[in-house]
């Protein structure tokens, strides 16, 4: 079974010794916030984006198009 984006951002945060608070800040949000966005797992392109520079991580999104291989 696949990790949630949120299970993902968690075992980051563990690994980098950081809290949920200090990536919220590092992000610009209110720890609330992030919170609420940890617990239903909802996060836009860019929160990921943002989250990821903050915990100093590569993301990497791509689609790709099972007959052809293609990736986009």
């Given at each position: 079974?696949?990790?949630?984006?949120?299970?993902?951002?968690?075992?980051?945060?563990?690994?980098?010794?950081?809290?949920?608070?200090?990536?919220?800040e590092?992000?610009?949000?209110?720890?609330?916030?992030?919170?609420n966005?940890?617990?239903?797992?909802?996060?836009?392109?860019?929160?990921?984006?943002?989250?990821?520079?903050?915990?100093d991580?590569?993301?990497?999104?791509?689609?790709?198009?099972?007959?052809?291989g293609?990736?986009?």
């Open positions: 079974m696949a990790l949630t984006m949120g299970e993902k951002i968690k075992i980051i945060l563990k690994r980098r010794n950081m809290t949920l608070a200090q990536l919220a590092r992000t610009g949000q209110s720890r609330q916030n992030m919170s966005k940890m617990s239903r797992d909802n996060f836009t392109e860019k929160d990921i984006l943002e989250i990821a520079t903050a915990l991580c590569t993301f990497i999104a791509s689609f790709k198009m099972n007959d052809t293609e990736e986009i």
